[in-house]
């Protein structure tokens, strides 16, 4: 009977790669605190969302481990992030063009 545990493929990830994920992630949370006290204008909300992006990267690459899965792993999660812009795109046009048409009755 063979063994099933030892024939799928296990990584083990050096502690030192959880602590420097980690040692960024709290540098990345500073530094979003610190960004949020200057006034950037209309581009604080993309600063904010550029370094969450960045941060959420981190912990599915690594706390997840899929940096270190298979292509299929990749492949789905490249997926799911293809799924949410398309949802996202097509929302925010939604949004976007709603003045185009005038309202009835106005």
């Known amino acids: 009977m063979p063994n099933h545990e030892k024939s799928a493929e296990h990584h ?3 502690k030192r790669i959880y602590f420097g994920v980690f040692f960024a992630l709290v540098v990345l949370t ?13 581009w604080n909300i993309f600063v ?32 799911a992030i293809f799924w949410l812009t398309l949802l996202l795109f097509i929302t925010m046009a939604d949004f976007w063009t709603r003045g185009w048409m005038g309202v009835p009755g106005r």
């Not at 530094?31 to 006290?37: D, E, G, K, L």
């Open 48 to 79: 904010a969302l550029a370094i969450a992006i960045f941060k959420a990267s981190l912990v599915a690459l690594f706390f997840m481990h899929v940096f270190y899965s298979a292509r299929l792993t990749k492949m789905i999660v490249t997926a």
């Open 30 to 42: 500073w530094v979003t605190t610190y960004v949020s006290t200057i006034d950037l204008g209309r």
């Open 12 to 14: 083990v990830v050096p």
